[in-house]
């Protein structure tokens, strides 16, 4: 079965990196789309970057320019670099996964977030 293992969450004060990681098994990444995705307190989920092939496309404002989708197959891991983080990233992270999405149908699961697999998640902390 599909399990998805996320890490790298912590503490951290404004300005801060991190980089979160999502470990993937019983599937291979090659053939797969994967996402980011975000809840804050007292807020809907949301979509933060998805990834398809060796195309990255981050999907929210508030990760643009800030925040980097990336993968290594080999590793089946998945990687949310985040830089210059605000109090307002606080959230916990999901890493998520849709087995079949064809063409441009990656881009339309970060809209609609019907993904086939979802991990636990990790939490980050921005705070002073």
């Known amino acids: 079965d599909v399990q998805l293992v996320e890490s790298g969450g912590a503490l951290v004060q404004p300005g801060g990196s991190l980089r979160l990681s999502c470990v993937a098994s019983g599937m291979t990444l090659g053939t797969a789309c994967m996402f980011w995705f975000r809840r804050a307190p007292g807020r809907e989920r949301e979509a933060v970057a998805g990834?398809?092939?060796?195309?990255?496309?981050t999907y929210a404002d508030f990760a643009e320019g800030r925040f980097t989708i990336s993968k290594d197959n080999a590793q089946k891991t998945l990687y949310l670099q985040m830089n210059n983080l605000k109090p307002e990233d606080t959230a916990m992270y999901y890493c998520a996964v849709k087995l079949w999405c064809p063409g441009d149908q990656y881009l339309s699961v970060l809209r609609t977030q019907e993904a086939n697999y979802w991990g636990q998640g990790t939490q980050v902390t921005v705070s002073s």
């Open positions: 990834i398809k092939d060796d195309r990255p496309t």
